[in-house]
Structure formats: structure tokens, C-alpha cells
């Protein structure tokens, strides 16, 4: 379904009971975010909410993207898993051999439904020009400040346009914006990222760089934008293909080198100029749910604002999960899994990501395995795939299962598994913001092979010892002051993996403490333990994993545990250190982020006006959960 324009979205949302509207004054600095953050954790996503008094001339529209169902109807489907069955539709169909003219003939209606996909560039301004600031300045904007240790506001759902400048082609990215001045941001793209290397021709020319950013529009522009796509694929054409109609572009009034959607809400154009001097962009609160730390970016010159009448301001924001950004990544998900199915990897069956992996941490992939060796070949070719080349934790599973059943899943993979030969690291480029990198951009990656295993693919001597379910976790603690918390549950259910909160006191701490819980006889059979920072309650599965998965490094971090007995055969456990990494212990020369939490006046400010938001009953401040888990105020612990 194409949406007319973002008020159309609104009025569909509205209309499905997925919208409150917000008449009481709330401050763009922190306090839309606390209450969006509310919101976003509620089961099933909560509402979108449009903040109708912000202090300025423009409303603001949070969480639009925030649920199952607001997905679906912003990319016009009933369930997300339709896309991907029409793009397997489509592969199949232009694959197939053509043995007649009769053939050929029936694919004609689809080529012309290509083609209807295809954007067009129309003369003229569009509604996105309706008016046009006379002197641009974004302050006139509700930028929104996220968190309380923010470097300052940030525009948060930028549609960003560049282009190459010796083959002309386009690309639209999202990358934050802090905003600096009147007419002045920061342009944070990563140097992965298809715009940075834009920026990097230009410098080769010693030319200023046109750029445009879109805000509003037709809802599938934004997650078009963030889509892993194929560096010459127009994601206009992903758009066009989503709504079913071609997206109309006009041409931009300062920077015509670049066009825009003719019907977003806000432009915003301008030049990143290559002799500019980068600017100290940050800290801002990520996706991860830490602190991005303050680094260099290329300055964006603001050279025009222009918006149609009666805009609205998208934005969203990031921190601990869940938040929108899971809905977004759970499109990307469905709709990606078919061509990485029919083009890289045929034999995946299903894909996950967990929301505790944030992206690209965790991803679990089941396969159809046929042979020996076959989920080395899948690893290798997913971590050569893509975006997927940021994955961290990658968990192969094969079989009837359904994967998005985890206690399923983890009794399959640990049925399958033996520590010692089926779990493979590699280092590869990672993630930017993954903090857990001893150098930045570059770290350790692991694939645990969970699948059922071939003869070629055992080792005989590995004794699989089943693990005894009747002790506490009193246990461990009373042997070991170190260990604050320890998590049982999947050894209840007869999984062979424990979490352990400890608090390090010492170099290679874990280590020693690894070897002494796996030689304790009461634990043989164990096949993996967790370790996370004594600060979190390893009770509380979701957290644990959340915590675990950022600050592990795998190639970096783990230690395998192999026992022989007097018969030749072997158990073995997995040990792999999720906890903080400090120089002091760790020799870790980077800077730690600290987690994202809201501060005390923020969350006392909108408890003492949630009654007059109209949007139900009270709801407590999620980042009350996390407080005792910071180290100090500050954004770098």
C-alpha cells in the first residue's frame, strides 16, 4: 500500500487504534524520550504516540515503527513473511528456463511491474517545497535529546541522499545527525557505510559534496533507508516495490544535484565540504544500549530547510532493548530472508534475530544439512555476506525446530553439541559501535554448530555426561565470594549452560575461575558457562544476554575447558567472558561505554505530569531497572 504522504500513515494508525495523541507540554529535551521509552517497552510495542506540544510549530511522531502490527501496515502487509514470499515468487520466476515463447510472454507483465517500481524524478517543486525557510535553521526544528549524556540533540530518522560523483549513483542511507548551530550538524556515517565512500571520491576530486536529507514521507522511505542493500540497488526502488508505486523525486533547490521524495515532510539540504576539519561528534545513546563514544565526523553545512505545510517531525529513538529499532530489524529479517536463501546460502530454512543481540550480536540461522562440514560452509559464507560481516554470535541449528522457540533451540543445539570441536572462531570487521573490540571496527566472531552432527563430523572421545539438575546456585556462590549471582534455569531444563554474575578482582580472573567450576564434580556435564559483570542479576535471562552479547569479544574472550579421564575420553565446557574488560585487569586500552539510563529529574519531570498525557495507566520508568548497574554518571565509565 503507498501512503499518500505521513499524515495518511497517521490517520491509518489513528484509525487502528495504534495512535495517542499528546496535548500537554512535553520538553524535546529528554523528556519526549522518557516517555517514548515507556511506551516502547510495553508488551507488544505499545502505541505510537504524536506529541502535539512540544514548544514549537511542528507536532512530533515517536514509535510509529514500534510494533508488529505498525510495521506491517507502514510496508502495507498483513505479516511480514509476505514480502519475502513474493520476492521468492519473483527469483523463481525470472530464474526459471524459458522453454517457449509462451514462456517468455508470461513473464512480460511482470517486467512491467518492474518498471513501476523504477523512481521518477518530476519537474517542478513538490509538497516537500511548500515552504521554504528564509534563513535555514534547524533549532526551529523539535530535535530531540535522547539521553541525559547526549552531546546534544540529534535528528534520529534521517533519510540521507548522496551520490557518487563519477557514476551518478544514488544512495539513501540513516545516519544520526547532532545538531551544532543554526546550520551546522554532524554527518556520522561509519566508513563501512556507501556515503562515507561517496565522501571519500569527493575528497579525491576536492569537491564539495551535495547532500539532502528527507524526514517524513511515505513511512517505507525510512525503512528503506536502513535496508541492507546491495550497493547498486537504488532503495528507491526497494520503496517502489514495497507501496506497489514508484516514488516521486524532485530536485532539490540549493542542491539539484540530488532529488527527494516530493512528499516528505521536511528537507534539509546542504554540503559536507573535504577541506572542512572534522567535528567531536557525541556521546550518544545507541541502539546497543551504551553510549557511542565521542569521535570525529565531517561537518554537514546546512544551505536550505524547506517543509510542506502542516509537517510533522518523525523521530525515534535507541537505547536498551526492546525499543522501535527491534521492529525495523525484524522487517529486515523476513524480508532479506529469501534472497539470502536463492542467491548466497540455499540451504538456511529460517532465520532469527534475537532482541537481545541488538542487530547483528546474535543471529540464529537453521539450515537443511545434508552433508559433513555443511555449517562451516554456511558460516562462512554469511559472515562473507553483507551487513552480515558484523555479526558477532552466530548459532546454527538444524531440523523440525521452530527457532523463534528459544528453550527449543537451546536444547537442540546443546544436544548437538560438543564444545570442543563445534564451536569455530574467527575475526573479521565488526560493528563500529561495538565496544567490546580491542580495535576499533575489527574483533573476534564465533559460530556455535548446533546442528545434528554426521560421523565425519564427531570425535570419539568426547564423553557426553548428563548434567545433574538437582543442585542450587547456592552451590557456586558459597565456594566463590567472586560470584554474585548465578543463573539455573536451562540447567532445569536439563541444558547444560549456566550464567554467572562475578565481580573480577584480579588478571585473567575468569580464567582460573573457569577451570575450578568445571573440575567441581557435581557440575560435570556442563557444556557452557556465561560469565557477565557482577552488577547483573544473571537471574534475569533477558538482561544477562543483553549485557553478555555487547561485551564479549569471542576470539578475545574464551576458555575451554578439557578434562581426560583414565579411559581416553574427554568432557569439555565452554567458558566465554561477558564482563566489563579494564586495563587494570584486562589489559583493554579502549575506552568502556556506560549503559543508557535516564537521570532522576527527567524521570520525576514526567511521573509528575503523567497524568495529564492521556495516554493511560502510569507507567514506571524503565531505567529504573538498570540504575544500579551504571559505573559512575558519566557516558565512558
Not at 533549532?139 to 540533540?153: A, E, H, Q, R
Not at 567535528?279 to 551504551?290: L, Q
Not at 517543509?307 to 525515534?316: E, L, M, R
Request: with cysteine; net charge negative; glycine share 8%.
Amino acid at each position: 500500500m503507498a501512503f499518500k504522504n505521513q499524515q495518511h500513515f497517521i490517520e491509518t494508525l489513528e484509525k487502528n487504534g495504534e495512535l495517542l495523541r499528546i496535548q500537554t507540554f512535553v520538553d524535546p529535551h529528554l523528556e519526549i524520550a522518557e516517555i517514548t521509552d515507556r511506551m516502547s517497552k510495553q508488551p507488544g510495542g505499545g502505541k505510537a504516540l504524536l506529541f502535539e506540544n512540544a514548544g514549537y510549530n511542528f507536532p512530533v511522531l515517536m514509535n510509529a515503527y514500534g510494533s508488529e502490527k505498525r510495521i506491517c501496515l507502514a510496508l502495507g502487509v498483513n505479516q511480514l513473511d509476505e514480502i519475502a514470499q513474493e520476492i521468492e515468487g519473483l527469483f523463481k520466476l525470472i530464474a526459471s528456463p524459458k522453454e517457449s515463447i509462451i514462456d517468455k510472454l508470461k513473464l512480460l507483465p511482470r517486467l512491467s511491474e518492474f518498471a513501476s517500481w523504477m523512481p521518477k524524478v518530476k519537474k517542478g517543486r513538490g509538497a516537500c517545497q511548500e515552504v521554504v525557510m528564509s534563513t535555514p535553521d534547524i533549532t526551529k526544528l523539535p530535535v530531540i535529546t535522547c539521553w541525559p549524556k547526549d552531546g546534544g540533540p540529534f535528528v534520529t530518522l534521517p533519510v540521507i541522499h548522496t551520490k557518487d560523483p563519477i557514476t551518478n549513483t544514488r544512495n539513501v542511507g540513516m545516519y544520526r545527525m547532532q545538531v551544532f548551530g543554526p546550520a551546522l550538524t554532524g554527518m556520522h556515517w561509519h566508513k563501512h557505510k556507501v556515503s562515507a565512500k561517496h565522501f571519500n571520491e569527493y575528497k579525491k576530486l576536492n569537491k564539495r559534496m551535495p547532500v539532502a536529507v528527507a524526514l517524513g514521507g511515505d513511512p517505507v522511505y525510512a525503512y528503506s533507508a536502513t535496508a541492507p542493500l546491495p550497493e547498486n540497488v537504488d532503495e528507491y526502488m526497494l520503496a517502489g516495490f514495497l507501496r506497489k508505486r514508484k516514488v516521486e523525486l524532485v530536485k532539490c533547490i540549493t542542491q539539484p544535484e540530488i532529488e527527494v521524495p516530493a512528499d516528505a515532510d521536511f528537507i534539509i539540504e546542504g554540503y559536507v565540504d573535504p577541506d572542512d576539519e572534522l567535528i567531536w561528534e557525541g556521546p550518544f545513546g545507541d541502539h546497543t544500549g551504551y553510549y557511542s563514544l565521542p569521535d570525529w565526523y565531517p561537518r554537514f553545512h546546512i544551505t536550505a530547510i524547506t517543509h510542506k505545510k502542516n509537517p510533522v517531525y518523525p523521530a525515534t529513538i535507541v537505547g536498551i532493548p526492546p525499543q522501535e529499532d527491534a521492529w525495523l530489524g525484524k522487517a529486515t529479517e523476513r524480508i532479506f530472508l529469501a534472497p539470502i536463501k536463492m542467491t548466497l546460502v540455499p540451504e538456511i530454512a529460517d532465520m532469527d534475530m534475537p532482541v537481545e543481540g541488538v542487530f547483528h550480536n546474535l543471529v540464529i540461522t537453521k539450515i537443511k544439512k545434508d552433508y559433513a562440514g555443511q555449517g562451516l560452509k554456511v558460516m562462512n559464507a554469511m559472515w562473507g555476506a553483507g551487513q552480515m560481516m558484523f555479526n558477532k554470535i552466530l548459532v546454527l541449528a538444524s531440523g523440525e525446530i521452530k527457532i523463534q522457540n528459544y528453550l527449543t533451540l537451546a536444547k537442540e543445539v546443546f544436544k548437538n553439541l560438543n564444545p570442543a570441536t563445534d564451536i569455530s572462531f574467527s575475526a573479521g570487521p565488526m560493528d563500529v559501535l561495538d565496544h567490546s573490540c580491542s580495535k576499533l571496527g575489527f574483533g573476534g566472531k564465533m559460530c556455535i554448530d548446533g546442528t545434528h552432527k554426521f560421523e565425519e563430523e564427531m570425535d570419539e572421545q568426547f564423553e557426553e555426561v548428563k548434567i545433574d539438575t538437582s543442585w542450587n546456585e547456592n552451590l557456586l556462590i558459597l565456594h566463590f565470594p567472586e560470584i554474585k549471582s548465578v543463573n539455573i534455569s536451562l540447567i532445569k531444563n536439563e541444558i547444560p549452560c549456566l550464567i554467572v554474575g562475578v565481580e573480577k578482582n584480579k588478571i585473567g580472573h575468569i580464567k582460573e575461575l573457569h577451570e575450578q567450576v568445571c573440575n567441581m564434580e557435581t557440575l560435570k556435564g556442563l557444556k557452557m558457562i556465561l560469565y557477565v559483570e557482577h552488577t547483573v542479576n544473571a537471574g534475569d535471562l533477558a538482561t544477562a544476554l543483553w549485557r553478555f552479547c555487547n561485551n564479549l569479544d569471542p576470539k578475545r574472550d574464551f576458555h575451554l575447558f578439557k578434562k581426560y579421564n583414565e579411559n581416553g575420553k574427554y568432557i569439555a565446557c565452554m567458558g566465554l567472558d561477558g564482563t566489563r574488560k579494564t586495563k587494570e585487569y584486562d589489559n583493554f586500552q579502549r575506552d568502556w561505554p556506560n549503559i543508557i539510563v535516564a537521570d532522576d529529574k527527567t524521570i520525576t519531570a514526567v511521573d509528575a505530569k503523567w497524568d495529564r498525557l492521556g495516554i493511560g495507566s502510569f507507567i514506571a520508568s524503565p531505567s529504573l531497572k538498570y540504575k544500579d548497574q551504571l559505573y559512575g554518571e558519566e557516558a565512558a565509565v
